[in-house]
């Protein structure tokens, strides 16, 4: 059962629009085990703020700066108190303490475009941070068997830049478009009962 309500609050003027507000949802999940006779219910409570601002600097010129939160629910098998055991040599156990994960956005974008010249150019970036993500800790026991278990976990960010756009030459008889992102991913997990962090970056340039 999912409960949500929301309010906004919007200045609008002829260059400038500024919007704030909040979200609440309260969600609330049920599973029986009907082999057990065990039932497992969870409430959860989220207030999920969101920001906007947007600076039309002219017609052809736009930035924009968007943040908000997200949650995101733990699984109820996830959560389940019992193993699972069949794959005998890959056992999974649910953790009935897993919490919520949240994830803070902030995104940036800007464009700009010349009609008479037909010069335009855009970029921006966004940011992404994960607070309690949840993922999987496994450990291999004395007899070769893989164990792994959902916990919540710190650290996970993702964060990528871009930028673009085109110039005519020789009095438009062609156009060079040009284009560029870079990209991070930082992932943090647990590999017998060890913290492991993944990392990767890319880069991609276009002509």
């Keep these: ?52 601002a947007v600076f039309r600097i002219n ?46 956005n902030i995104n940036l974008n800007y464009y700009f475009y010349k009609g008479i010249s037909d010069i335009n150019f855009y970029g921006g970036g966004n940011f992404t941070n994960t607070l309690d993500q949840i993922s999987n800790k496994t450990y291999f026991d004395s007899i070769g068997r893989a164990v792994s278990t959902p916990v919540n976990v710190d650290g996970n960010y993702f964060a990528n830049i871009y930028l673009g756009g085109g110039v005519p030459v020789f009095k438009r008889l062609f156009k060079i478009d040009y284009n560029f992102s870079a990209s991070h991913n930082n992932n943090v997990g647990f590999v017998n009962n060890e913290k492991n962090i993944t990392q990767n970056t890319s880069f991609s340039p276009g002509l």
């Design 1 to 52: 059962i999912t409960s949500r309500a929301g309010a906004k609050l919007i200045y609008d003027v002829k260059k400038y629009r500024f919007s704030i507000g909040t979200n609440y949802r309260n969600v609330y999940q049920e599973n029986f085990n009907v082999t057990s006779g065990q039932l497992l219910s969870r409430s959860f409570n989220n207030i999920l703020p969101v920001a906007n």
């Design 59 to 104: 017609q052809g010129s736009n930035l924009n700066i968007f943040y908000n939160m997200n949650a995101q629910l733990p699984e109820l098998r996830q959560m389940q108190p019992v193993t699972d055991n069949s794959d005998p040599n890959n056992i999974y156990i649910g953790n009935p303490d897993l919490k919520q994960q949240y994830s803070n």
